[in-house]
T-cell receptor, first 109, second 114 residues
Framework: GQNIDQPTEMTATEGAIVQINCTYQ??????LFWYQQHAGEAPTFLSY??LDGLEEKGRFSSFLSRSKGYSYLLLKELQMKDSASYLC??????????WGAGTKLIIKP | IAGITQAPTSQILAAGRRMTLRCTQD?????MYWYRQDLGLGLRLIHY???????GKGEVPDGYSVSRANTDDFPLTLASAVPSQTSVYFC?????????????FGPGTRLTVL
């Protein structure tokens, strides 16, 4: 079967760095997405990786290792507004997104 | 502002009733999707449409139907609602099916079936 695993909840301090991990087992791979979802709102796109390596976009970076079925989202200089759920999703061989349950990130002052 | 709208925002429904959730996008995207989101589970695909006039079944299609008469609208119908259909429903769209285009989401409909 297809499976996406990510931690349920993480806590970090304002100004610090946090890494959210995602491991996956899917039928085929056409890229991995990270989305941010604030409570009661819609998911919004953060990043897309299809090749191994690190993609940096401002305070957010995303890493992919296809051989290990592993990705992480790195958030630097954490701000209170970064408190949200972070969703990992893999596009399978049918170009359908398979979603993890999300990681709720709590930022403390 | 371009985007996706959904209606209603929230709804409480008696079991056995019929309900249609509306979704409209103005980005002229070809592909549209319906997901449900439940606590502790990832988003699950209910139905999708790669282009106007075509629809397909996702991971959890039972109890739901969709139609795609034109590019902009993609309504989701619950023919006879059951309590297990209590969920938050998100509509999404992407420019082209069958590739890695980003999906954009509507604000969601919170549905409670009693």
């Amino acid at each position: 079967g297809q499976n996406i695993d990510q931690p349920t909840e993480m806590t970090a301090t304002e100004g610090a760095i946090v890494q959210i991990n995602c491991t996956y087992q899917t039928s085929g791979f056409n890229g991995l997405f990270w989305y941010q979802q604030h409570a009661g709102e819609a998911p919004t796109f953060l990043s897309y990786n299809v090749l191994d390596g690190l993609e940096e976009k401002g305070r957010f970076s995303s890493f992919l290792s296809r051989s290990k079925g592993y990705s992480y989202l790195l958030l630097k200089e954490l701000q209170m507004k970064d408190s949200a759920s972070y969703l990992c999703a893999v596009m399978d061989s049918n170009y359908q997104l398979i979603w993890g349950a999300g990681t709720k990130l709590i930022i403390k002052p | 502002i371009a985007g996706i709208t959904q209606a209603p925002t929230s709804q409480i429904l008696a079991a056995g009733r019929r309900m249609t959730l509306r979704c409209t996008q103005d980005m002229r995207h070809n592909a549209m999707y319906w997901y449900r989101q439940d606590l502790g589970l990832g988003l699950r695909l209910i139905h999708y449409s790669n282009t106007a006039g075509t629809t397909g079944k996702g991971e959890v299609p039972d109890g739901y139907s969709v139609s795609r008469a034109n590019t902009d609208d993609f309504p989701l119908t619950l023919a006879s609602a059951v309590p297990s259909q209590t969920s938050v429903y998100f509509c999404a769209s992407s420019d082209s099916p069958g590739n890695t285009d980003t999906q954009y989401f509507g604000p969601g409909t919170r549905l409670t079936v009693l």
